[in-house]
């Protein structure tokens, strides 16, 4: 039941959750820069299309907005699904891969349609000897179509263990709670410990997403 969405009187729970955001948009106003929460979006916006853009020519700037946009997408959402009585939909393989797969798809097509000599010459390092040519462009062939696949499982598998973790933590916290009070002041311990770990790996992921699909970007532009 950890991967179903909550729900009280017939309302699932995640759309309350999502409501949250809205509270972080700022009221229309005739300036760019009303207060201070505006003050701190503007600056982590800009921070991070600053460090996905970087590495970038200008060519992949065009490739800011949407780029930016699915960070915090995906930083949202991943922070909050822990909040208590939610669902995190990127512990979905198929949301996931839905994100991943037309972005790199993209990136690919980007790469073929500009440079196809450059893309494909990827497939074969230079200097390759004769008889390794054939399994060598296989093998490099594999490495590139399995590249959204280990991006939708990568982004799955970090929140899936986290959350199971917690959830486990925290079913044996209150479990060992009647029994063994100092047991579970340990397993609180480790559990508070373990949400900062399970925040940090929110962000970290959500980062490492959009990172990859940018190194891709790079490579084909």
Do not use: C
């Not at 970038?56 to 922070?79: D, E, Q």
Request: aromatic share 6%.
């Amino acid at each position: 039941d950890q991967f179903s969405s909550p729900s009280l009187m017939g309302i699932p729970l995640i759309l309350i959750a999502t409501t949250f955001p809205a509270l972080l948009l700022p009221s229309p106003n005739n300036r760019w820069v009303t207060d201070r929460l505006s003050t701190l979006q503007l600056w982590i916006i800009n921070l991070i299309t600053k460090q996905l853009m970087t590495p970038l020519n200008k060519k992949g700037h065009k490739w800011a907005l949407i780029l930016t946009s699915l960070m915090v997408f995906l930083l949202l959402i991943n922070l909050l699904g822990l909040l208590p009585y939610t669902f995190t939909p990127t512990t979905q393989l198929s949301m996931n891969l839905a994100l991943a797969f037309p972005l790199w798809l993209a990136t690919l097509l980007t790469g073929l349609r500009n440079q196809p000599s450059i893309s494909l010459g990827h497939l074969l390092p230079e200097g390759t000897p004769t008889l390794l040519i054939p399994a060598l462009i296989l093998i490099e062939t594999t490495s590139l179509l399995i590249r959204p696949l280990a991006l939708g499982v990568r982004l799955t598998a970090n929140l899936t263990a986290g959350h199971l973790l917690i959830q486990l933590i925290s079913t044996a916290t209150t479990t060992l709670m009647s029994t063994m009070p100092v047991v579970s002041l340990l397993t609180l311990l480790v559990l508070f410990l373990l949400t900062i770990l399970e925040v940090a790996v929110a962000m970290i992921q959500a980062y490492v997403f959009v990172l990859l699909l940018s190194l891709y970007l790079q490579e084909n532009i």
